[in-house]
């Protein structure tokens, strides 16, 4: 009796909340707070007599009594409708993405991005190649080729559309669903496309609006089903892809199947129950969203542990399709599956921003350190430390490389625990060479290395067969005298020219009758050693600016005065033209040992690979810095843009009339 009493009393109390929310004016809603209030506590009084009367003598009650019966659907209707759209407000775009994510790309002007690719050299390349011509001609399959250019079609009907920008103008979620059941289970028959969600949030324009608009520009035979109460429109393309839209929580969601838009609305009526499991409570997410740079436009989120099982499974599939074929190819593949990636290694953010003229860049990669193996934890843990390498060098270097990241002993130590058995050969050779040489084991003898490591290239020469770098390197030496003997082992049975430069000793071999001139010498604790004498001259004389001085290594050196593990500058036009030229060698090389994959080779890269880096040499350098910090590695790049590309930068950044 007590129970039905109170079932009742608590059905005229939301009554009595749902009139006032809906029927009474702003100016009568002050005193909505203690009326409710004094409502609910007349529910949990002990005499339910008692409650009812007092529920009754409430002028709340007798105003609900007088109105028409017929009214009360419409009065919760109404009051449920205003309640979901003042939550709504309230719901981030994150809360309709389930917390099992392994991908999501989050676009903070979807419209502005997609314009931005489209103009920049690199988009403009990628859409003037003859993509089906080119697929056809390297006898693609059929069933492959044709998802591919329907996809790209799909994409490029719609970025290329004249309301695009009016519509994709917001902030954009795209996240990539765990489809592990589907992988293991074979179920669908494009795993990742129908574990696609994306999230929309049209900010504070009406959703109705903007879905309505998205419908018109997407192209299909649409139908409406029912979900908890959604509407959700089913899209069919004229390419037969089913595209599922929907409404809920004042955001628009859509997804390529209708699992994804089920999952986000089971995630919205869990929020109002307080019943939560969306990213927002995904703590690697959340820590990565927080370390977001200001002004950041796009911002990349991976679980790496996901990510690592759905890649295994990927590439099981694909070796269990080899099996048939009697040849170690498949061992091979297993033996890859089989061994650990990465352990330890949790998850990954990346984001970007445009800043003047440079594209600044920022990668943050996660981890246990307990579960790392050797040389992942001395890569993650090792303290970062100041260079002054970029100081000693001149600015007109193509490439210049340093990292306090060399730790022979350790390589040495990981070659012999996993290498296979013509790699512990090698290593036996090398050893008994080094014990002839120096009369040391390879312990002691990779011991007279310190961890600091410059790699410098003045200058890629294409004008032979092959492109060939000149190259310097300066590797920290603990042990000078040791190494110094050892050298002089190297040798003594060889022609040699010795000078002395700013004071110090350079040694040059004499080789090709004095034409070619690998040199060495010991400076400040370095080993200096470069294919021609010209290279350790300029870091000794120092008769040309330093590269720490130059105005591009400036324009894209990330906080050069702090201590880091990494940092690197290269001159890109000159660094592509170098990768054109390899690329064209390899063709070269495919040819002479297959005519016929070598017709395909050179399709590919005089078509697609060689113009796709043509559009790099839009930027004039690039910079890249990394640093590790107590369970993360953080790498931050700089890339300048050419006066051009700035050009149509700026022109991205006006929105259209």
Wanted: glycine residues 6%; positive net charge; proline residues 5%.
């Amino acid at each position: 009796m007590k129970r039905s009493f109170l079932l009742f009393f608590s059905f005229f109390t939301l009554c009595s909340a749902v009139y006032l929310l809906v029927f009474y004016p702003q100016k009568d809603r002050e005193p909505l707070g203690k009326i409710t209030e004094e409502a609910v506590q007349l529910i949990h009084k002990r005499s339910p007599i008692s409650t009812g009367k007092g529920l009754l003598n409430t002028s709340v009650t007798r105003d609900l009594i007088s109105i028409n019966s017929s009214m009360l659907p419409r009065v919760f209707i109404k009051g449920i409708e205003q309640q979901l759209r003042v939550f709504s407000q309230s719901i981030a775009p994150q809360e309709l993405i389930p917390s099992y994510a392994m991908v999501v790309l989050e676009l903070e002007d979807a419209a502005a991005t997609g314009k931005s690719f489209l103009d920049s050299r690199f988009g403009q390349t990628l859409n003037t190649i003859n993509w089906p011509a080119v697929l056809q001609r390297m006898q693609i399959k059929k069933q492959l080729r044709q998802p591919l250019e329907q996809n790209a079609s799909g994409l490029l009907h719609l970025l290329t559309h004249p309301s695009f920008s009016q519509v994709f103008g917001k902030r954009l979620f795209l996240a990539q669903l765990s489809a592990l059941p589907s992988l293991i289970q074979d179920k669908q028959q494009h795993p990742l496309l129908d574990n696609l969600l994306i999230v929309m949030d049209p900010g504070q324009e009406n959703p109705d609006t903007v879905l309505s608009a998205l419908l018109d520009i997407l192209q299909g035979r649409q139908t409406v089903l029912k979900h908890f109460g959604f509407t959700v429109h089913a899209l069919k393309t004229p390419k037969r892809q089913k595209l599922y839209l929907a409404s809920v929580g004042g955001k628009i969601i859509f997804s390529f199947a209708q699992q994804p838009i089920k999952d986000s609305i089971a995630l919205f009526l869990g929020h109002l129950f307080k019943q939560r499991n969306d990213l927002l409570l995904n703590q690697e997410y959340t820590k990565m969203e927080k370390e977001r740079p200001g002004k950041t436009d796009f911002f990349l989120y991976a679980d790496l542990f996901r990510l690592k099982i759905h890649l295994k499974i990927f590439f099981a599939q694909f070796s269990s399709q080899g099996k048939s074929q009697k040849s170690q190819e498949p061992q091979e593949s297993q033996k890859f599956i089989n061994y650990p990636w990465a352990p330890g290694v949790r998850s990954m953010g990346f984001y970007h921003h445009t800043e003047k003229n440079t594209e600044q860049l920022k990668t943050v990669v996660r981890f246990s350190q307990d579960q790392l193996y050797p040389f992942q934890k001395h890569i993650y843990t090792t303290p970062p430390s100041r260079s002054h390498s970029f100081e000693e060098v001149p600015a007109d270097l193509l490439i210049s490389f340093w990292c306090n990241w060399l730790e022979p002993r350790l390589w040495w130590q990981t070659t012999l625990a996993h290498g296979e058995q013509e790699e512990l050969a090698a290593a036996d050779r090398i050893a008994a060479w080094i014990k002839e040489k120096t009369d040391m084991n390879m312990e002691e003898f990779l011991g007279l290395f310190g961890k600091n490591l410059s790699i410098h290239v003045a200058d890629i020469s294409t004008a032979g067969f092959f492109p060939v770098p000149r190259l310097c390197f300066s590797i920290q030496i603990l042990h000078r005298k040791k190494m110094d003997a050892f050298f002089q082992k190297i040798i003594a049975d060889l022609p040699v020219s010795r000078t002395m430069v700013g004071g110090v000793p350079v040694v040059s071999l004499l080789a090709a009758q004095g034409m070619l001139q690998p040199s060495y010498a010991f400076f400040n604790g370095y080993l200096l050693l470069a294919d021609s004498r010209e290279q350790i001259e300029d870091i000794l004389l120092k008769k040309k600016t330093p590269l720490a001085e130059g105005k591009k290594f400036q324009a894209v050196a990330i906080k050069p005065e702090e201590p880091a593990n990494l940092r690197l500058f290269a001159r890109t036009p000159e660094v592509i033209n170098a990768l054109q030229e390899l690329a064209s060698w390899a063709g070269t090389m495919i040819t002479v040992r297959d005519r016929r994959a070598g017709a395909t080779s050179k399709l590919l890269i005089d078509q697609v690979i060689s113009p796709l880096l043509g559009s790099f040499k839009a930027y004039h350098a690039i910079g890249i810095q990394s640093a590790t910090a107590p369970g993360e590695l953080v790498i931050d790049g700089t890339v300048l843009r050419t006066e051009t590309e700035q050009e149509s930068a700026k022109k991205n950044l006006i929105s259209p009339e």
